[in-house]
C-alpha cells in the first residue's frame, strides 16, 4: 500500500501551492467574518476531511464562535462511495443556532446536502456552508457552498485534507491524482 501511496504522491500535478490554498483561505475568511461576525455561530467541522480547512480558518474568524464535529462520510476512506454514513453527530445542541459547516470539497453535494439538512431537522436558524474547494463536476450539485475558496476541475484530488485511501491529508497544497486524471 505504501508502494501505491508514494507513486500516486510522486506523479501527481499540483493545481494549487500552499501560499495560493494559504492566501485563499485569507480571503474566504473575510467573506466569512463580514457575513456571520455578529451571529455567535456554531461551526461545525466535517470530519475527516474539514479538520485543515477548519483549523486553518479558526484562528482567521475574529468573532465569537463554537465548535464542534460532525462526521458524515460516502466514502469512507475509499476512492468511491454511495451511501452516507454518520459516524459522528456534534454534541451541542444545534436548536435556535446559527450554523457554519466547514468541509475541504463540494464534489457532488450529497454529503453537504444531508448535513445540511441534518441541521435544519435539529432546529438551527440558519445554515451556511464553508468549503476550501468547489469542483467543477459538469452537471447541478443539490445544495452550493456560502462560501468557497478555490474552484477546481472535475479531477481526483488530494492535500489540505483531502486524501487518497485515508494518505496524503497532510500534503501541503492541493494536488490532483494523474493516474486517475
Known amino acids: ?7 500516486i504522491e ?32 456554531l461551526v461545525l467541522c466535517v ?7 477548519t483549523g486553518k480558518l479558526l ?25 452516507i454514513q454518520w459516524l459522528y453527530l456534534p454534541t451541542t445542541p444545534l436548536t435556535g443556532r446559527n450554523v457554519l459547516i466547514i468541509d475541504d470539497i463540494l464534489d457532488e453535494g450529497h454529503t453537504l446536502q444531508a448535513i445540511a439538512a441534518y441541521c435544519r431537522q435539529q432546529g438551527a436558524n440558519t445554515v451556511y ?4 474547494l468547489d469542483k467543477n463536476i459538469g452537471h447541478s450539485k443539490p445544495i452550493q457552498a456560502d462560501f468557497i475558496g478555490l474552484e477546481v476541475a472535475n ?11 485515508a494518505y496524503l491529508r497532510n500534503a501541503a497544497g492541493i494536488y490532483a491524482c494523474k493516474e486517475i486524471l
Do not use: W
Open 10 to 41: 510522486q506523479n501527481a500535478i499540483c493545481l494549487y501551492t500552499e501560499q495560493e490554498v494559504e492566501a485563499a483561505l485569507d480571503d474566504l475568511a473575510t467573506v466569512i467574518t463580514s457575513k456571520l461576525h455578529d451571529q455567535n455561530p
Open 59 to 83: 484562528p482567521r474568524l475574529k468573532f465569537p464562535l463554537t465548535l464542534d464535529s460532525i462526521y458524515a462520510s460516502r466514502y469512507c476512506n475509499s476512492t468511491a462511495g454511495t451511501d
Open 1 to 7: 500500500m505504501l508502494d501505491e501511496i508514494k507513486q
Open 47 to 53: 470530519i475527516n476531511g474539514g479538520i485543515v480547512t
Open 155 to 165: 479531477l481526483y484530488l488530494f492535500g489540505y485534507g483531502m486524501d487518497y485511501k
Open 129 to 132: 456552508s464553508a468549503v476550501l
